[in-house]
């Protein structure tokens, strides 16, 4: 019976029931109706009359959208354009530089992988949607152990904001200054409050390259004109590289500007464990180098070097050394020195009855003898040779003098200041193209922002969570004045008193707040980093998603990305090839509640008692306008500059903005339309670059930024500071002597000693930069999960001795924890070494400590060596087969998603 | 049509707007003590009663799933809210994310085309989300408002005797159903199902994805008599 019938025929008083129901139905309304409110999220709004009546389902047509540029803004190095198609708010389709010409001198700024999945950044289902508070944390019954474990609730940003607001106050009262470990957007609303906090720095991605000022050099980040520029790269005949592949690292441009090298005739000659895709690409000889012993080969080489100079075979440059640098032989020493020992000496084994031949470096770097003297016979005078060094070599413990013997090899060749010729860190923030900008981001103006005098302590990186855990740091501040300072680097240097250690101090912590910084997966120690979350009273988190950093917090909140942001769009000049800058700018509405990190600030400082007018009185639109306006490009002849934009009455006009009209290169509206503009190059043009040339030709009135104004193969400074900070017990000295590394080679064997046993940890473990990820971004997205499994590299020869076959899960074990992933069984790999790739998010195993999520943070230490360089590629382990369950590959584990 | 008809497809509409809003309303917020009483009283359950049948037994379901919430208590409340966080806040796995996007689209992602075309059917019939444009459109709340809402319209058209236009609004809904709730719903309950816990929600969706399967016939019931 159908239910008409039903209502229709029923029995006794058909209106009567009729009736009856429907008061029945309208009480049952009223009820629900009374009983509260649905979620406003979940409610629609009548918003205009109906125009119903079709009944066909809505096709999505494309017409009516329109492509806009959005930002890559990871730092990764590569900057690429990526371009959104927007319809309605709505993500359609995504595409990269399909406008510019691309030919083999400008090449078209095409996106990666990574970028090419950016709009998951911003619409995956995983973003953080609304505030989130731990269950079990309230004020004053943290139940810290729950951390990363516990359930979750939705709060208000009210609520969030007041939480945060009176943990700091309370926890600043209670504790004291140094009770608040911060870091990024965190420290902001300290600085305002005037609260001394703690804050922990880093040499992170640089490892030693951080601070080569003192040596005279650029450290390929803050100071790119630090090798020649791309085009010069086209004369050299030899590049002779320590661990470069930026096919994994930066895949743009990167990677395409060193094939251009390749195709031009440059062979390439890469010391690395790994047979790298670049490698491959760049069809080069290969030579296998245990992790951290790169100092070893270079002075083997340069024994070789000074051995097989001669008259005939000349493979030093004398003229070079004698005119440029101090410190090689007895006779050139630098005033400062305070012994009198000498780089040649040293290599002949003056000082220690060890020469430094290539058959003692063989034995610490795995490098066959005869394959140094080889590479050393290249690196001689009469061959135009690079000499490029990744920041990846320099990421390891004990290797702080790295950088200077790069550059002493280099200057025994002459390698320096000549066209085809260089020496210097590689660093794929400028993609790989080096020398002073073409074009010049411009500046938002002054914002009105008053900044406050909270001070940070400075903790390094490598004794942060011991310092949570309550050990004594140093709490020097000296390397981080110096970092980037380039060439100003002695007078800021100026009240250090450098023949003084720094006396530790210890911090009473009780709350961090992470900012968006991802400090447990990309800080060395991430198991004794959570150890430390769960130690402390309060934990905030913000960013994308629940990263592993943000899963053991107590309130998180969600944040915007570039693409929901105005202003925000134009990115750091410092990270772009110096052809080119791009520009992006807001695209979507913010997700769900998420809001700018600014703006999460200005909400915790109103509870706080901060005036909003504190983060400045300049909309973000004004920003971005007068910095594109004051935005500058090279003229043709290399020297003259002149505006990027013309600027109209009715430009302003339409961007609501202030300013004055004015004469340039482009309109703005074609800026930004293109979203990029890119100098052409041409060979040959007066724009090419050769790095330190004015120095080369007339050293007396051209020199370096050291103290002797020349190159310092002996150099007291950088080894005084170095003593300064008192991490490594031995001293170093002046000169860049090999010494075995923390967690090094030596380590694997029994006693440090190779020639006896291995050890536990037999195996040396490198966390290469992986095509999935810049860092730790990108790693919850589905597609790149999928394209890139993240497996641990194994050599063929280990797996063997293992047991163990593609694709078995295998657990990696250190001295500081373990993680299982899937192993894959390679010839591709250096036996002795494996490859972790950096940035995985943890997935641990709460009952056994175990991570099955192939984290390599979590099985590193804080471990504190020489200037606190950060040693990611410094650790030993054991591989052994995983009796457990199989891992599932990461795409198909579930993601977490909070909404 | 008679007036004895038309009277009955009135209350029929009637209830049905009633057992739509109140879908709407359950998986659309946190659960509350209030919320719970009233979606368990006699006159609700003695609404959802009326569309009983056997060849649709969506709304059995439905009742059944909603007879344990009669004699909740503070403790089961809480329990009952716990689950609802699980299954619609996180943080561990949810599941079964409730946005059809999630479901009709290769890639797990919200704010796809599918979303747009949701937004469309909302925009022919003048309706926007409250939160429109940040939250996507195409949450199971949403679109059972959406109907909820239309299923009002077609009733006050037919208190107006506005025949035709009811029967445009029956029409539309149906096709709305057919082209996106029926696609999803299937897999959105039999993720459900997986969950830790079962206390309210996965029977919930059982019921939900039942009466959404039945609501064909209803409204070809209920054009058949216009
Ligand atoms: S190379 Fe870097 S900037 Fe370019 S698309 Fe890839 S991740 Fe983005």
């Known amino acids: 019976m159908s239910l008409i019938d039903k209502l229709t025929n029923s029995g006794i008083s058909r209106r009567g029931f009729i009736k009856g129901t429907a008061a029945t139905i309208g009480a049952a309304s009223v009820a629900l109706a009374a009983s509260g409110a649905v979620a406003q999220a979940n409610m629609l709004d009548k918003t205009a009359e109906g125009a119903a009546g079709a009944l066909v389902e809505p096709g999505i047509a494309l017409e009516g959208g329109k492509w806009v540029n959005v930002a890559c803004p990871h730092n990764c190095g590569g900057k690429c354009l990526v371009r959104a198609y927007i319809k309605d708010g709505v993500i359609l389709r995504q595409k990269t530089d399909d406008f510019s010409s691309d030919d083999d001198v400008n090449r078209q700024q095409r996106a990666c992988l990574r970028g090419w999945s950016q709009q998951y950044q911003a619409r995956g289902l995983d973003r953080l949607k609304y505030p989130m508070k731990r269950k079990n944390w309230t004020p004053g019954n943290p139940n810290g152990h729950l951390r990363g474990q516990d359930e979750w609730e939705r709060i208000s940003w009210d609520e969030a904001a007041q939480y945060i607001a009176d943990e700091i106050k309370r926890i600043n009262e209670t504790y004291g200054d140094n009770a608040i470990l911060c870091a990024a957007a965190g420290t902001d609303v300290m600085n305002k409050m005037n609260i001394n906090y703690l804050s922990s720095w880093r040499t992170g991605s640089w490892g030693s390259w951080f601070a080569p000022s003192a040596l005279g050099w650029g450290d390929g980040c803050y100071y790119y004109d630090c090798n020649n520029d791309r085009l010069d790269m086209l004369n050299c005949e030899y590049v002779v590289a320590f661990g470069y592949n930026p096919a994994w690292s930066s895949l743009g441009n990167a990677t395409n500007y060193a094939k251009s090298w390749k195709d031009a005739g440059t062979k390439f000659i890469l010391f690395d464990p790994i047979y790298t895709d670049t490698a491959a690409m760049l069809d080069a000889q290969w030579v296998p180098i245990r992790p951290g012993t790169d100092m070893a080969a270079m002075l083997g080489m340069a024994y070789v070097m000074l051995e097989e100079d001669s008259q005939e075979n000349p493979l030093i440059d004398w003229d070079f050394l004698k005119r440029c640098c101090v410190g090689f032989d007895g006779e050139h020493m630098p005033a400062d020195a305070k012994d009198d020992q000498n780089f040649f000496d040293y290599l002949r084994g003056k000082y220690d009855d060890t020469p430094k031949t290539p058959e003692w470096a063989s034995q610490i770097c795995g490098v066959p003898a005869e394959t140094l003297r080889q590479v050393a016979r290249v690196l001689g005078v009469k061959n135009k040779v690079g000499i490029l060094s990744s920041w990846a070599t320099a990421r390891t413990y004990n290797t702080d003098q790295l950088p200077q013997l790069v550059i002493a090899l280099g200057a025994m060749g002459g390698h320096i200041g000549k066209s085809g010729h260089t020496v210097g860190p590689t660093a794929w923030n400028h993609t790989n193209n080096f020398g002073p900008r073409l074009i010049k981001a411009g500046s938002g103006g002054a914002t009105g922002a008053v900044s406050g005098t909270g001070a940070a302590t400075s903790v390094s990186e490598t004794q942060q969570w011991k310092a949570v855990l309550g050990e004594p740091f140093n709490p020097t501040k000296l390397w981080t004045t110096i970092a980037g300072a380039g060439p100003n680097w002695k007078s800021k240097i100026g009240d250090f008193d450098l023949t003084r250690k720094i006396e530790n101090v210890s911090a009473n912590v009780k709350m961090i707040w992470n900012g968006s910084a991802s400090r447990l997966t990309n800080a060395e120690g991430a198991k004794l980093g959570i150890q430390a979350h769960r130690a402390v009273e309060f934990v905030v988190g913000q960013g994308h998603f629940l990263t592993t950093t943000n899963k053991y917090s107590d309130i998180v909140l969600p944040i915007t990305t570039a693409w929901e942001r105005e202003g925000t769009g134009y990115i750091w000049e410092g990270y772009y090839n110096r052809d080119i800058l791009l520009i992006a700018d807001k695209v979507i509405e913010p997700y769900f509640e998420a809001k700018s990190d600014e703006e999460a600030s200005k909400l915790i400082g109103e509870k706080l008692g901060l005036s909003a007018d504190m983060w400045g009185t300049v909309s973000a639109k004004q920003r971005l306008f007068n910095a594109v306006a004051t935005t500058t490009v090279v003229k043709e002849d290399g020297k003259t500059w002149e505006n990027l934009c013309a600027i109209t009455e009715d430009d302003i ?180 070494v494996i490859g972790l790739p950096h940035g995985k998010w943890n997935r641990v195993d709460e009952k056994t400590g175990i991570d099955h999520g192939g984290s390599e943070n979590y099985i590193t230490g804080n471990v504190a060596t020489g200037l606190g360089v950060n040693g990611y590629n410094s650790l030993t382990v054991q591989v052994s087969k995983w009796d457990g369950d199989a891992i599932p590959a990461d795409v198909d584990v579930p993601q977490t998603i909070l909404f | 049509m008679d007036q004895q008809t038309r009277e009955a497809v009135q209350v029929l509409l009637q209830g049905r707007q009633y057992v739509l809003s109140l879908l709407h309303t359950l998986f659309g917020t946190e659960p509350a003590m209030e919320m719970l009483r009233a979606a368990a009283s006699d006159d609700s359950l003695a609404t959802i009663a009326l569309f009983e049948a056997q060849e649709t037994p969506g709304a059995a379901m439905l009742r059944e799933a909603l007879m344990p919430l009669r004699q909740v208590d503070e403790e089961q409340l809480g329990n009952i809210r716990q689950e609802y966080t699980n299954l619609f806040l996180g943080p561990r796995e949810l599941v079964a994310p409730p946005w059809e996007s999630v479901y009709v689209t290769r890639d797990r992602a919200l704010f796809q085309e599918s979303t747009l075309a949701v937004r469309q059917w909302y925009q022919r019939y003048g309706y926007q989300p409250a939160g429109y444009p940040r939250y996507p459109d195409d949450h199971i709340s949403l679109m059972l408002h959406f109907l909820a809402l239309l299923t009002g319209e077609a009733l006050g058209c037919l208190r107006e005797g506005r025949v035709d236009d009811c029967r445009g609004l029956l029409e539309g809904q149906k096709v709305f159903v057919q082209n996106h709730l029926l696609h999803w719903l299937p897999r959105y309950q039999a993720d459900m199902q997986k969950a830790e816990t079962a206390l309210f929600y996965p029977g919930l969706s059982a019921a939900l994805c039942q009466i959404i399967t039945d609501d064909g016939p209803l409204i070809d019931e209920l054009l058949a008599s216009l």
Request: aromatic share 10%.
């Open chain 1, 653 to 832: 006009k339409a961007w609501g903005v202030e300013g004055q009209p004015q004469e340039g290169r482009i309109s703005i509206d074609k800026y930004m339309e293109d979203g990029m503009y890119r100098v052409e190059r041409k060979v040959g043009d007066n724009l090419g670059f050769i790095h330190k040339k004015e120095f080369r030709d007339d050293p007396e009135n051209n020199p370096i930024p050291t103290t002797s104004g020349k190159i310092e193969f002996y150099c007291q400074a950088y080894a005084d500071m170095i003593n300064a900070h008192g991490y490594s017990e031995e001293a170093y000295h002046g000169l860049p002597k090999y010494i075995p590394t923390a967690q090094g080679y030596e380590t694997t064997y029994v006693g440090n000693d190779p020639k006896g046993a291995k050890g536990d940890y037999p195996l040396q473990c490198i966390n290469p930069h992986y095509q999935r990820r810049a860092h730790s971004i990108f790693d919850n997205i589905p597609w790149l999960q999928e394209a890139c499994a993240n497996p641990v590299f194994l050599s063929k020869l280990d797996a063997i001795e293992r047991g163990i076959v593609d694709g078995d899960t295998v657990k990696v074990s250190s001295i500081h924890g373990d993680t299982l992933r899937h192993a894959y069984v390679t010839a591709r790999m250096m036996p002795g």
